[in-house]
């Protein structure tokens, strides 16, 4: 299994432009989370979609995301702007079957954007 | 906001020492802590964890610590090594959110010196 993949590695933004940060997961979980992280600020949720075809938003304005299929959940910066500078981080875990239980949550390792 | 925080942000040791990493947390609903070792250039890795009801909990050369009274988590690291340098967070998952939602402090660096 390849986990958690994100593409690009790197990108670089005119304020103003859009861009889709790509993120896919190949261990057919059904969570999946956006975070980012900023220097002296830990990981900040973004969404996170508990299966294909849900969302749910923790951070409005600024970003989007589509849950299409359980691979792949891609965030959409609409119109990107000098806040958004960050690494941003997306994780996957199984769906919770016990109550009582946790499950891990595996991360990519991360985009790095910056937005000029 | 962060409900969850570290109380210094660099730790420094020398190889062979042990290591403990202290965080607090706000938040009473929370039913599991989590610890999360990252890499320079990588994701979080999954560590160890903790649910509410435990105390303590150990793994290979890693023990947390939970007390729930003074809302305290600690990560105890034995016999560090260079290789266990990366920044640690922990985290907490609030109940009925199942694992998917986790509320991040904002990191220890810790460094080891050989």
């Known amino acids: 299994n390849a986990g958690v993949t994100q593409t690009p590695k790197f990108h670089i933004l005119k304020t103003g432009q859009s861009m889709t940060l790509q993120c896919a997961q190949d261990?057919?979980?059904?969570?999946m989370s956006w975070y980012r992280q900023d220097p002296g600020m830990g990981l900040r949720l973004i969404y996170y979609?508990?299966?294909?075809?849900?969302t749910d938003k923790e951070v409005p304005n600024g970003y989007n995301v589509s849950r299409l299929n359980t691979e792949d959940f891609p965030l959409r910066l609409v119109s990107a702007a000098p806040s958004q500078t960050s690494v941003y981080l997306c994780?996957?875990?199984?769906?919770?079957?016990?109550?009582?239980?946790?499950?891990?949550?595996?991360f990519g390792p991360g985009t790095r954007l910056t937005v000029l | 906001g962060e409900s969850v925080g570290l109380h210094l942000p660099t730790l420094s040791v020398q190889e062979g020492d042990n290591s403990i990493i202290n965080c607090a947390y706000s938040?009473?609903?929370?039913?599991?802590f989590i610890w999360y070792k990252q890499e320079s250039g990588k994701g979080p890795q999954f560590i160890i964890d903790?649910?509410?009801?435990?105390d303590k909990r150990q793994g290979q050369r890693v023990t947390v610590l939970l007390n729930k009274t003074v809302k305290h988590l600690s990560l105890q690291i034995a016999a560090t090594q260079p290789g266990d340098s990366a920044v640690y967070f922990c985290?907490?998952?609030?109940?009925?959110?199942?694992?998917?939602?986790?509320?991040f402090g904002k990191g220890t660096t810790l460094s080891v010196s050989s």
């Open positions: 979609s508990a299966a294909a075809g849900t």
């Open positions: 938040n009473s609903a929370s039913d599991y």
């Open positions: 903790i649910r509410s009801n435990m």
């Open positions: 985290a907490e998952n609030l109940a009925n959110q199942a694992g998917t939602a986790l509320i």
């Open positions: 994780a996957s875990s199984a769906p919770l079957v016990l109550v009582s239980s946790y499950n891990e949550q595996f």
């Open positions: 261990m057919n979980h059904g969570y």
